[in-house]
């Protein structure tokens, strides 16, 4: 059974600074993608962050471009966010998500945790 956890989430200032992790199980981590994407009510799925399997490739969105930034450990199974100097507008529920193949779109990703929320109050 693949299980994909996130957590870290919360309510932060605008300017401070959240965590987020996710932890993957059931699935050959070392032989995914692993994504990030954000969502708020009323929205598509918006992208954020992606690293490839190996770590060697990541790719942001551009309004995220030195604020966030995405790590894995495929020795742990899981994949972080960092985020900084975080605004009102990044509120929003955050998922992770495990892909075959490294991409900004949200229909590669197989499988996707249950999200967490973050909430930036200004």
């Known amino acids: 059974q693949v299980r994909l956890v996130e957590s870290g989430g919360g309510l932060v200032q605008a300017g401070g600074s959240l965590k987020l992790s996710c932890a993957v199980s059931g699935l050959a981590f070392s032989r995914y993608a692993m994504g990030w994407f954000r969502q708020t009510p009323g929205k598509e799925r918006e992208f954020v962050a992606t690293m490839s399997s190996s770590g060697l490739n990541t790719y942001y969105a551009d309004s995220m471009k030195g604020r966030f930034t995405i790590s894995r450990d495929n020795a742990k199974n899981t994949v972080s966010l960092q985020m900084n100097s975080l605004k009102p507008e990044d509120t929003a529920v955050y998922y992770c998500?495990?892909?075959?193949?490294?991409?900004?779109?949200?229909?590669?990703?197989?499988?996707w945790g249950q999200g967490t929320q973050v909430t930036v109050s200004s």
């Open positions: 998500a495990a892909s075959k193949s490294l991409s900004t779109f949200t229909t590669p990703y197989n499988y």
